[in-house]
């Protein structure tokens, strides 16, 4: 039996999501949260620690420019690791970031790692799902 599997170019892909990755850290970096939602797919979803779910690129943008008008924001991020799926349309991407703001309670200065979900759409990667992870220690649930 035949196959139509075709061969996936793993580096150019992984080059292709760092590149998108890049358009969303210049887009924070310059404060510009079209350029962020930008990456994002049509129904991209931003899973930030304490806050409600934020999905869809106008809700994106939103969230984008109400997070990045805090006075001090400053956002860095690394992708350590991208692993692209056997069929070349979807793949994730581990990596670690450095949040800094003055917050209404004081001064954040965050770290943490985050995951990202990546699906093609033509020949473009689109953000799926954004989830960073603080490594902070968090409260607990019930204030304990």
């Not at 004081?106 to 990202?116: E, H």
């Not at 990667?125 to 204030?143: C, I, K, N, R, T």
């Amino acid at each position: 039996m035949p196959t139509t599997l075709t061969q996936v170019d793993v580096r150019a892909e992984e080059e292709a999501i760092r590149r998108q990755a890049r358009k969303y850290l210049d887009g924070a970096k310059n404060k510009d949260a079209e350029a962020v939602a930008s990456v994002f797919a049509r129904n991209g979803v931003f899973l930030y620690p304490g806050m409600p779910l934020v999905q869809g690129q106008s809700a994106l943008r939103d969230a984008f420019s109400t997070f990045m008008s805090t006075p001090g924001f400053a956002l860095s991020f690394e992708p350590t690791q991208i692993e692209i799926a056997q069929a070349g349309d979807l793949a994730y991407e581990l990596g670690t970031y450095r949040l800094t703001m003055e917050a209404p309670e004081g001064r954040v200065d965050d770290t943490g790692k985050y995951v990202s979900v990546w699906k093609k759409a033509g020949d473009r990667w689109e953000l799926v799902v954004d989830a960073p992870s603080s490594d902070q220690p968090q409260q607990q649930a019930g204030g304990r």
